[in-house]
């Protein structure tokens, strides 16, 4: 099943368009987002049998596919191939850090560069379905209500002052941008090896599977359980594969004018555009 977030109400993803939630089941799923991610089993069972009017795609009325989550987490370092390029060891355990709420962005539309140090990086996002207690590598895919591709996006300059903030340099608007919708685990034939990528201007600049991550997906919920409790709406962006902008010489960054897409196998595929902050 997949499931969008369309002007701000929750809607099932058909071939040719959207099935508004609400609509469809007399109001007994939706139209918020967040409660139906919070009952994503119980839907799961219905969804075979909904049917509805089909409104056609139309990507300016898609926002992010967790439209108002209580935190939004971010993992460092997670990929070897990535970790290789930029001459560091793994750390030993997940490195992780808050990109803040007003960062959260939708599947398209612009992105602002404050500056010429703004680099990508295609993840795996997930959103959680329920409250993380007992959370074990055996069970931790139970607790994650689906499976969006995002763009980390990061202010170099920003992430590196100040004895390194990375929260700080990757909370610009947009930053935190997910998308097109997120797709249920039963969609993926292993969700611990999905392909992602991203391209500027249609040349592909990231091109990875899971399978390369450090820590995978359950061994990052236990880690990350043993300190914060998560709830359902919850993002977690899961760390960036190799290509990005920093690890060239000189560092390939983001230019306005140009186009990023990003996408994960079995989700979808999300398009900025990007554009000069006023003034620049
Ligand atoms: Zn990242």
Known sequence: ??????????????????????????GAFGPDLTEVIARID????????????????????????SPNPGQII?????????????????????????????????????????????????????????????????????????????????????????????????????????????????EFADPDDVGLGCAVDGVTIQDARSSDMAFPVPELLVALTKVITLEPGDVLFTGSPAGVGMSFHPPRYLKPGQELDTWIESVGTMRHHLVAAPGR
């Not at 099943?1 to 007399?26: E, F, H, K, P, Y």
């Open 1 to 26: 099943m997949r499931l969008a977030n369309v002007s701000g109400r929750a809607a099932i993803v058909v071939d040719d368009g959207t099935i508004d939630l609400a609509t469809a089941t007399d």
């Open 42 to 65: 119980d839907l799961r069972e219905l969804a075979p049998s909904i049917e509805g009017p089909v409104e056609p795609h139309d990507p300016s009325r898609l926002g992010p596919p």
């Open 74 to 186: 971010a993992i460092g370092m997670n990929y070897r191939a990535h970790a290789e390029e930029m001459g560091l060891e793994l750390p030993s355990i997940p490195a992780a850090f808050a990109k803040f709420r007003s960062a959260l962005g939708g599947p398209f539309g612009s992105i602002v560069l404050p500056s010429d140090d703004v680099d990508y990086e295609v993840e795996m996002v997930l959103i959680i379905g329920r409250r993380t207690e007992g959370v074990t590598v055996e069970n931790a895919w139970s607790f994650v209500a689906g499976i969006t591709a995002g763009q980390d996006l990061s202010e170099r300059t920003v992430q590196m002052a100040a004895g390194r903030q990375f929260s700080l340099g990757k909370s610009y608007p947009g930053f935190a941008s997910i998308g097109p919708w997120m797709s249920t685990i039963d």
